[in-house]
Structure formats: C-alpha cells, structure tokens
C-alpha cells in the first residue's frame, strides 16, 4: 500500500489488486478494481498522521497516545 501527499487534497495511489499508480480514484484505471474503501483509509492515514504531528509539537501526551492507538489499528 502506497500513498504519498502531492498537495493539500491530491495524491496518488498504488491499486492494491493491479499495483498500478494512479491519482486517487473510486476506480483504477488498469483493472477497474474499487477503490473507494482504500482511498479513504489513506485519507484518514494522512490526517491521523498530520493530527498526532500537530499533538507531538503541542506537546499533547493524550491526542498523542489516542492517534497512535488509532493508526495502529488502522494499520495493523
């Protein structure tokens, strides 16, 4: 699974089933595979990591610890 952040909303994908690389869609492009569940589980990958980014330099131990937990489930 591969994500990077090209802008504030933007970024790309790689289709888990084809490997393809692509803008972030409901469909790849190469296989027509769904991707709706897993675009959305980066987005909240990405803000859980921007938000537990932003309680690291406020010092917040508790958003902290939360957003770690929870990126750990996510993740596994």
């Known amino acids: 699974?591969?994500?990077d952040q090209l802008g504030n909303d933007a970024f790309?994908?790689?289709c888990?089933?084809?490997r393809a690389t692509q803008a972030a869609r409901p469909?790849?492009?190469r296989c027509n595979a769904d991707l709706t569940l897993f675009t959305r589980v980066q987005a909240s990958s990405r803000a859980a990591r921007r938000r537990?980014?932003?309680a690291v330099a406020a010092g917040d131990h508790a958003a902290q610890a939360r957003?770690?937990?929870y990126l750990h489930w996510l993740h596994g």
Do not use: I, S
């Open 1 to 3: 699974m591969h994500a």
């Open 12 to 14: 790309t994908v790689q």
């Open 16 to 18: 888990p089933v084809c």
């Open 27 to 29: 469909v790849c492009r």
């Open 52 to 54: 537990l980014a932003e």
């Open 67 to 69: 957003l770690r937990d």
